[in-house]
């Protein structure tokens, strides 16, 4: 017979951003509690809302399935003793299996006489097995934990009420003082308790007590009741799913309603209604059909439409206040020009240990020019790179920032803008924070992209002299992001820039220019350089990760001597596209063969002389030939076709080790051979460290 099972945990509001995490864990760990305890099932429906995490189960096996099981233990020799006594490891083990030793059996194992014992388990029914659902209730994990009462307990929220229901049995068990039964609570204001009969009944026993359980459902309520206003009034309400998901998970029985403010707040940018509406208030804002914003808003009421009037006032009044204090930041912030709040940054500090705001500026300036003169910005692109990163910060002490942190870097490209400074300059301020998430926006002009990577560049570094480096899940600065933020916009812009180089060229300008910078933080530049770029290298094997790449090639073109983010991904990309090929296995084996018997003091070396006249055999000229001929080609061609001429070595190669001894008697001879394949291992690291590669 197949049963249904009901686990409801009842609670206090969960913060609306961990209502979709949670149920998803939730379901995760019942699924593996049932796979570890042989409990069969047909399906796991959720439900969740801010006051309760659910499941539905359907179709649960009556009990476990039975195991018989042959346990095997110590070898013969090991269980009885000379004299054909049981030894205490015989015992043990018998004990341990729940078994005596007059169950023992011996079979024969490669040669060998050991110890067996059989198992017989009898399935548990499902009831017991379902009380350990306690366990996995208890197991969870939440971003942020609290006790309550004198528990030391630690939950999401705590704990209300609990429903453990197996078709129509209270399935017993607690967690601190709250035991299972059948109760559940509906609405806080318009419902109240409700018994529940059975697992079939629980979805519709909530939504007569006005709680729609089902999280789908409740968004699929209220995106249909946002578009009924809209086709209402003839708007048009970009329905942003993330704060659809975020509404959703703050209400259990949604209504929609169309609220109002003054038209005046129109001449505020429209950014700054935006975060004021969205971000702040979780209103849904309005376009009409030309996609000008209006005066009106979007929101979702918990509860139903009774003396909704109040509820528009009252949210209309609380956007008010907030537009008004946007609507005079924004005056007041247009009384001052551009110097006045540059000036202002001299007393803001970047952070106590590394210095001020306009000393991060400057440094980064001088890492912004040289980054654009390395990548080929032109003349016009220079000069606006270098007045974006003068005054590229200056938005942060605005009263409109100040007041709405999260457009730092959009007021700065509209504050620009009515200043009179160049759209390129504007967007480049903007643009310098993106991007903000793993997976968020890049900059899309060159200025923005050369000012996003200095800014970031001269953080990483900074922080790193003063030993501020993130460890474990420790990374107050956001290190890491910028990091691989910096990866994904040379990736996109395809800019070849060698990190290393480019930190000894910073340290030698950071000198000439007299920059002011912490002595001893300064003195540390050079110590960190190796650090940084092995930090940047993770940001790089992070982004391989995001692409499923083979762990040997990452090794292999990560562990290589190269500093540029771009040819490490280009020559990934190389090694991905022939490593199905038939010969693949081969080339690299001859191209590792080489690499092996290259030392790092040749590898070093400014040239490396090869004497044809030295040459005893044909296999010498051949190879001598082959690697001229990629030698000739090498810096035009790709990455990928680079790969393919080394690769077509290979035949010429395994020819060359046949017909000689590369450590000859004679010096002369033995040098000169191990100079030739020093030149062809010259050529293959710029692949990567083949040696890392699996190609058994």
């Not at 540059?342 to 970047?350: G, I």
């Amino acid at each position: 017979m197949a049963h249904q099972f009901l686990l409801e945990i009842g609670l206090e509001e969960i913060p609306a951003h961990v209502v979709t995490p949670s149920i998803d864990q939730l379901v995760e760990r019942t699924k593996n509690y049932l796979a570890e305890q042989r409990i069969t099932f047909d399906s796991i429906k959720p439900f969740s809302t801010p006051r309760r995490l659910a499941l539905l189960i359907s179709g649960l096996a009556d009990k476990q399935p039975d195991v018989e099981e042959e346990v095997k233990g110590p070898a013969k020799r090991i269980a009885r003793d000379k004299d054909g006594n049981w030894t205490k490891a015989a015992q043990g083990f018998a004990r341990g299996q729940g078994a005596s030793v007059d169950d023992i059996i011996f079979k024969e194992l490669k040669g060998e006489q050991y110890v067996y014992v059989q198992k017989h388990e009898t399935g548990q029914p499902v009831s017991e097995v379902l009380t350990g659902m306690k366990d996995v209730i208890m197991a969870m994990t939440f971003p942020t934990m609290m006790k309550w009462g004198s528990y030391k307990f630690q939950y999401i929220r705590p704990i209300r009420w609990l429903i453990a229901l197996l078709d129509d049995e209270v399935l017993p068990f607690s967690i601190l003082d709250i035991s299972t039964g059948r109760t559940s609570q509906g609405h806080r204001f318009l419902g109240h308790e409700v018994e529940i009969a059975r697992p079939a009944d629980y979805e519709e026993a909530l939504t007569s007590q006005f709680v729609i359980a089902d999280a789908a459902k409740r968004k699929a309520k209220i995106r249909q009741q946002i578009q009924a206003l809209a086709t209402e009034h003839n708007w048009t309400i970009d329905i942003d799913e993330e704060l659809l998901e975020e509404v959703n998970n703050l209400v259990e029985w949604p209504t929609a309603f169309a609220g109002h403010f003054d038209a005046k707040y129109l001449t505020i940018p429209d950014e700054v209604l935006i975060t004021s509406m969205k971000d702040h208030q979780r209103f849904f804002y309005v376009r009409d059909e030309a996609g000008k914003l209006l005066p009106n808003f979007v929101s979702v009421r918990n509860g139903n439409d009774q003396h909704l009037d109040n509820v528009i006032a009252g949210n209309e009044k609380v956007l008010t206040a907030r537009l008004e204090d946007a609507m005079f930041f924004y005056e007041e912030d247009q009384k001052h020009d551009i110097d006045f709040y540059v000036n202002k940054l001299k007393s803001v500090s970047f952070h106590d240990k590394i210095g001020s705001m306009t000393e991060h500026m400057k440094r980064t300036g001088i890492i912004a020019n040289l980054i654009g003169q390395r990548v080929g910005l032109s003349e016009t692109e220079l000069a606006d790179l270098q007045r974006a990163s003068e005054i590229y910060k200056f938005d942060l002490v605005t009263g409109m920032v100040g007041e709405f942190a999260e457009l730092q870097g959009v007021m700065g490209e509209k504050y620009a803008l009515l200043f009179g400074e160049k759209p390129a300059v504007a967007q480049a301020i903007r643009e310098h924070y993106m991007p903000v998430s793993a997976d968020g926006s890049l900059p899309q002009s060159n200025v923005g992209a050369a000012l996003a990577i200095a800014d970031k560049y001269d953080s990483i570094t900074a922080f790193f002299a003063a030993d501020m480096i993130p460890n474990g899940s420790n990374d107050p600065y956001a290190l890491r992001r910028q990091a691989f933020g910096i990866v994904r916009i040379l990736r996109d812009r395809k800019w070849h820039l060698p990190l290393l180089k480019m930190g000894q060229d910073f340290e030698i300008a950071l000198s000439n220019k007299h920059v002011e910078f912490n002595p001893e933080l300064a003195a540390n530049l050079a110590s960190s350089r190796k650090r940084i770029q092995e930090f940047m290298n993770d940001r790089v094997r992070q982004w391989f990760a995001g692409q499923h790449v083979r762990h040997d090639i990452v090794d292999a073109v990560t562990s290589a001597d190269t500093t540029d983010v771009v040819n490490m991904l280009d020559d990934a990309a190389a090694l991905v596209a022939h490593v199905d090929d038939s010969n693949f296995k081969d080339a690299i084996e001859a191209l590792t063969r080489v690499a092996r018997l290259t030392k790092q003091d040749l590898l070093d070396a400014p040239s490396l002389p090869v004497d044809p006249k030295l040459f005893e055999n044909d296999a010498e000229q051949k190879l001598y030939d082959g690697v001229n001929d990629v030698k000739a080609h090498f810096d035009d061609r790709t990455p990928e076709q680079n790969y393919q001429a080394l690769a077509n070595l290979q035949p010429v190669i395994d020819a060359y080790f046949e017909a000689n001894m590369v450590m000859d008697d004679n010096e002369a001879i033995r040098r000169n051979r191990l100079n030739q394949l020093a030149q062809l291992t010259k050529l293959t690291i710029h692949l990567g460290d083949l040696k890392q590669l699996i190609v058994k």
